[in-house]
């Protein structure tokens, strides 16, 4: 390990968990100083991820086999297909290189991952308005997540929106706040590059949804995200899950902090 990648990991911003109704959320992030080496040890991320697949059977697509430059992808994850469109394309870089920050991290499965892949989704935030990507899957899922490079350094904005089975909408924001600092203050560096993971999963039947809109948009400046290893738990077909106490979900939204804005379309 380079020393930017040791003073990298040392520059870490824990896992926390989330609650909000019948949603719940797992983040983790470790910060970069460098736009140039990827991070190649990134244990808050991958314990974020592992809280997040730790109650159901997850799938993960790493875009390892999808075609550069591709906008648009019919993607498998296990037992749900899933269509991926909009603002967005697939990008490659070599083994241990980064692109102004962005790279894959596919193949993360073990605490201390091995070198990344190289390929990876990449979407840009515009400082006027915003740009959105999708995922419609085929059937009701209960588990979404996913892992990020380069969200934040210059301020940029990520929203999720889910839909759910009945049309409603629910908007959440990784981190509770949408924006998700990167660089580290401790170096006065703003370069980018950190890796963080976000998961939401849901307790109830009423809440399964069946797409995922990536809202992004820059702050001071245009911002360009990457996204890599989606992970999805498909809803189950059994008897319903039970739901939250009303009293828990009740602590856990005051104490969470998880902006969610429903709306009937």
């Keep these: 390990m380079n020393i930017k990648n040791l003073l990298a990991a040392a520059a870490i911003t ?17 910060k970069n100083v460098s736009a140039n080496f990827p991070l190649t040890f990134y244990p808050e991320a991958v314990t974020a991820r592992d809280m997040f697949v730790g109650s159901g059977t997850p799938s993960f697509y790493d875009f390892e086999a999808a075609t550069v430059g591709a906008t648009s992808l019919t993607i498998n994850l296990g037992g749900v297909a899933a269509t991926l469109s909009g603002a967005g394309q697939v990008l490659s870089n070599p083994v241990g290189q980064s692109n102004f920050g962005r790279y894959s991290v596919s193949g993360v499965i073990d605490p201390d991952p091995s070198p990344q892949g190289t ?3 990449e979407a840009t935030a515009p400082t006027s308005g915003s740009s959105s990507f999708k995922l419609d899957f085929d059937k009701a899922v209960q588990s979404f997540g996913f892992f990020a490079t380069d969200v934040g350094d210059h301020g940029g904005l990520l929203s999720l929106e889910l839909t759910l089975m009945d049309n ?3 908007t959440i924001q990784p981190g509770g706040a949408g924006v998700v600092p990167d660089g580290d203050p401790l170096f006065n560096d703003q370069a980018s590059g950190s890796v963080l993971f976000f998961g939401v999963s849901t307790s109830l039947a009423t809440e399964y949804f069946k797409s995922v809109r990536f809202i992004s948009s820059g702050g001071s400046t245009a911002d360009i995200f990457g996204f890599d290893m989606f992970t999805v ?3 189950p ?9 009303g009293s828990l979900a009740l602590v856990g939204a005051a104490l969470g902090g998880l902006a969610l804005v429903r709306r009937r379309r």
Excluded: K
């Design 119 to 121: 390929r990876y989704w």
């Design 233 to 235: 738990v498909a809803a």
């Design 237 to 245: 077909s059994g008897p319903n899950p039970t739901p939250l106490p």
């Design 168 to 170: 409603s909408t629910i």
């Design 14 to 30: 824990a896992w926390s968990g989330m609650a909000c109704a019948a949603f719940t959320t797992t983040f983790g992030q470790n």
